[in-house]
Structure formats: C-alpha cells, structure tokens
C-alpha cells in the first residue's frame, strides 16, 4: 500500500493555479525527485502535502499507517531563519513538537530521540553552539536531525543542497541516501541537479508544462526530459 497517493491535483494560491492533473504514488523505501522549473509548483506540492496549503482540486491520501504528523520537513531557509538565535539541542528537540499531543513539555523519549537524531548527524559537538553561528552545511544538518524527530517514515526535503558548497553537498546527498537506503526512510525531494536526481531517486516526478511520474529510467528516456538533460534551466 502507497504511503502516499495524490490523484488529480490542482495546486495554487488564493484560486490561482499553477499545476493540474498531478497525479503520483510514494511507496515505502521510494527516493522520490520532484523537478522543474522555478515557478512550476514544486514548493507549493510540499506544503499541500503537509497540510499547509489546500489543493484547489483532487485529493491527497496517506496510507500504510502514516499520518500527517508523522510527515519531517526540511523546508528551503530565509536569510532571517538562518539567523535564528537559538541553540542547536533546541531546534532539533523542536522536532518533536508534533508528538507531544496536549503534553505541555518534552519528555525523556522526546529527549531521547533528539539526541540520537543529534548524534545520526554527526553534529554531537555543536549541541550547545547557537545555530545563527553555524555554517551552511551544518545548519542543514540541523535542520535534518530536527525533521528525523517528527518521522521514521518518510522526509520532505526542499531543496537541501541549496547554496553548499559541491563538498557539503556530497556530504548531503551521501546523509541522505544513507537514510533513505539504509534506514528505510522514503525519501521525496525537490532538487534543481538533474544529474544528482538522476543518480540517487528511483522515482521522478516533473512538474513543468507537461506532468511526468516515473521511474529514473522511464524519466531519461522521455522527450519530457531531453531539454533538462542537455543543460535545461534544472541541470
């Protein structure tokens, strides 16, 4: 059973569309690209998946014993979030927040699942450091133990590799394949590196002009994708 089913969306602001007929399944273990230019709705899939937003038409359902709670996002920063005076245990520890129901505080689990998630991304030695003072590889390390305490399941992650450096960035993608294949954590990621969506998602999902759903496979083979594929806009 499809951890998650999306059938006929229309995705858009205040009536306006910007993508229809969006129609795809999310499989447990899938690494899922979602691509296409900039403007084309990726970002706002995201956020009606998560609840954020409502689609103007067709329906998104969970199955497989997920629930909307249980979704962890790693949404693209503002320059004001990424100076954010807070410390790295509280961030990540806010992660947890979907959980606690009508708890008033975090409890020891909470805690508990912070800190494996803290060492998970090897950022152990940050704990205590004040997250506006962290490079850019190391806040999205942040961010990503923060999104692992809201899931086991399943990871939205919006453009994660935006403005790393190409080191950071294998490091990123390699956190990230490990999650996803040794971890069992589906994966669905908008990413601008066509060659990068190709080489780590089983699944493709393009979103511009024309909808395609496939198989990376599928996906190189299409006419969809021959103008990314020779130095579109995304490569």
Not at 8 to 26: K, M, P, Q, R, T
Not at 53 to 81: H, K
Not at 137 to 151: D, H, K, N, S, W
Request: hydrophobic share 40%.
């Amino acid at each position: 059973m499809a951890l998650l089913t999306c059938r006929n969306l229309a995705l858009g602001y205040d009536g306006h569309e910007i993508v229809h007929g969006l129609s795809f399944e999310v499989n447990a273990g899938d690494y899922l690209c979602v691509v296409g230019e900039n403007g084309s709705g990726k970002s706002t899939l995201m956020k009606t998946i998560l609840g954020l937003l409502p689609p103007i038409a067709g329906e998104i359902r969970t199955g497989d014993g997920l629930l909307r709670n249980e979704i962890g996002y790693l949404p693209q920063q503002t320059e004001v979030q990424k100076d954010f005076p807070a410390s790295v245990w509280e961030i990540v520890l806010s992660g947890c927040g979907n959980r606690m129901g009508f708890r008033p505080f975090y409890n020891k689990e909470d805690k508990e699942r912070a800190q494996r998630n803290i060492e998970r991304m090897g950022i152990r030695k940050l704990v205590n450091r004040c997250y506006r003072e962290l490079s850019g590889g190391q806040q999205q390390r942040v961010l990503l133990a923060r999104a692992l305490c809201a899931t086991s399941k399943i990871l939205l992650l919006d453009e994660p590799v935006a403005g790393l450096d190409p080191v950071v960035t294998a490091e990123m993608y390699d956190l990230i394949e490990e999650l996803n294949k040794k971890d069992g954590i589906t994966v669905i990621m908008i990413s601008h590196d066509i060659a990068a969506a190709i080489k780590y998602a089983n699944r493709i999902l393009h979103v511009a002009g024309h909808v395609f759903f496939g198989t990376k496979e599928e996906y190189i083979e299409s006419d969809i994708a021959s103008g990314f594929l020779k130095g579109g806009e995304d490569k």
